[in-house]
């Protein structure tokens, strides 16, 4: 009677850590779903995004990235009230979800700029799906949300392999300011990464190495001249290729 009472009292106490388990599982995995998730506007969060690009680092393929930024924000806030600010966001983001597909990851990158990753998405194709969206934002009706509102986005659009995806994030952010310097309302898509095979003239061995050790082996095409000024002088871009 004594050993089968300590054995039910063993199996309650089980059942009831495994039950506790659980709940701790449930608990812990819902925390990180609100951490991958901004809280205004529902789409991942800057968190997840750091966690996806390193995830790219070990993937293949190529695609595209597509930095949005919501036209004249502040003044948007200034006019109507963080309040609405905040719905403009919310509503910015859904519409967002909603133009693209399971294959593509929405991401608030931070403030009123949001990232689209798409993946197996060329350059034409990533420049039609910018193009396609700034024009839903420009029609969408805004007044619902405050009347007389109005807003368009620009856009930076960059293609090429996705374990590059932390340059592929820089030039897309590029693109967006020049689109942003040439009247907003519009995309722009970055030049094409182009690799870089470089052959200094007058480099002894080991600064030979260094320089093309330091470097990385994708830039955007602003970056790679640069590069190439600062470590081997006059050299021209041809083909893909730094020649003398």
């Keep these: 009677m004594v050993q089968a009472g300590r054995l039910a009292g063993q199996v309650t106490r089980r059942a009831e850590l495994e039950r506790s388990t659980s709940a701790l599982r449930t608990r812990s995995e819902q925390l990180t779903a609100d ?10 969060s800057r968190r997840w995004l750091e966690s996806r690009l390193s995830s790219l680092a070990s993937a293949g393929g190529s695609g595209s990235m597509l930095m949005f930024d919501i036209d004249r924000f502040k003044l948007i806030n200034d006019t109507y009230g963080h309040a609405i600010g905040d719905d403009v966001l919310a509503r910015f983001g859904l519409l967002l979800v909603a133009a693209t597909t399971n ?8 403030g009123e700029e949001f990232l689209v990753i798409a993946t197996c998405c060329g350059s034409e194709a990533g420049a039609a799906l910018a193009e396609r969206i700034r024009l839903d934002i420009a029609a969408h009706d805004w007044g619902s ?3 007389g509102l109005e807003l368009t986005t620009s856009v930076g659009i960059a293609t090429g ?4 995806g932390r340059n592929l994030l820089i030039s897309a952010d590029e693109a967006l300011l020049e689109a942003k310097r040439l009247g907003r309302n519009r995309s722009v898509s970055s030049p094409s990464f182009i690799s870089i095979d470089v052959t200094p003239v ?13 470097a990385p082996r994708y830039f955007g095409r602003r970056e790679a001249c640069m ?3 600062q470590n081997f002088g006059r050299y021209s871009i041809s083909g893909g290729k730094i020649l003398p």
């Design 145 to 147: 949300i405050a009347p």
């Design 227 to 229: 590069f190439i000024e």
């Design 103 to 110: 294959e593509h990851q929405v991401a608030r990158y931070g």
């Design 35 to 44: 951490l991958d998730h901004d809280v205004v506007t529902g789409c991942r």
């Design 202 to 214: 007058s480099f002894s061995p080991f600064n030979m190495h260094h320089c093309i050790g330091a």
């Design 161 to 164: 392999r996705l374990a590059d």
